[in-house]
């Protein structure tokens, strides 16, 4: 305000606001049937021998589960993303699965279904499946679910557990320590790229 009223006198500034960055569409839902994507059993690309890398607690390779399956079933032409895990309260390593929405969402291995804890419910975590060598594969939350589908209740791999929120959430533990699923999940079925 102190400055002459000439253009010269005055400060520099932008007058416009930046662009803002496109933003990618939603993943496709696709048409057609649901396939249920298996894993194959190649290696998964863990980025070292950490649980928190995607390695095995105990022998630091690349941990997996026999059998696996993709946990978001859609048609041949849906989209599925998802990027590296991030850390939720507690230290559990998750991965925010994106689909469209009401996306089918299938047992990721054989077990029995638990009720996920408050602390876990904060974390994005629901359910677990909880395999008969201790591992669990946590998942959460869901729009819906299937019939039968309740705690305790016995899944086989590729079992319907209910239709996807738009974000699915997947966890594992191993031992009572948290694996980065994101490699195992890479291995079965390769994320989509986004589209601008």
């Known amino acids: 305000p102190h400055r002459p009223l000439t253009l010269r006198a005055q400060g520099t500034r932008d007058t416009c606001p930046a662009a803002p960055a496109p933003v990618a ?8 049937p649901a396939l249920v994507v298996l894993w194959a059993g190649a290696a998964p690309p863990a980025r070292g021998p950490a649980p928190a890398q995607g390695g095995d607690p105990e022998s630091g390779l690349p941990a997996a589960i026999q059998p696996f399956a993709f946990p978001v079933a859609v048609p041949a032409d849906g989209e599925v993303r998802y990027g590296a895990a991030r850390t939720a309260v507690g230290g559990l390593h998750v991965v925010d699965v994106d689909t469209a929405p009401e996306a089918h969402v299938v047992a990721a ?13 904060r974390t994005g975590i629901a359910f677990w499946i909880v395999r008969s060598d201790g591992d669990r594969v946590g998942y959460g939350p869901l729009v819906s679910y299937a019939p039968g589908i309740r705690h305790g ?44």
Do not use: F, Q, Y
């Not at 569409?25 to 057609?32: I, R, Y």
């Not at 054989?110 to 996920?116: I, N, S």
């Not at 738009?166 to 948290?178: F, I, K, M, N």
């Open 109 to 121: 291995t054989d077990g029995r279904l638990a009720a996920a804890s408050v602390a876990e419910r």
């Open 25 to 32: 569409p939603p993943p496709a839902a696709g048409s057609g």
């Open 153 to 196: 209740a016995p899944v086989a791999t590729g079992t319907p557990l209910g239709r996807s929120v738009g974000t699915l959430a997947v966890a594992w533990t191993r031992g009572g320590t948290s694996i980065d699923p994101h490699p195992l999940l890479w291995a079965t079925r390769p994320p989509d790229p986004a589209t601008p």
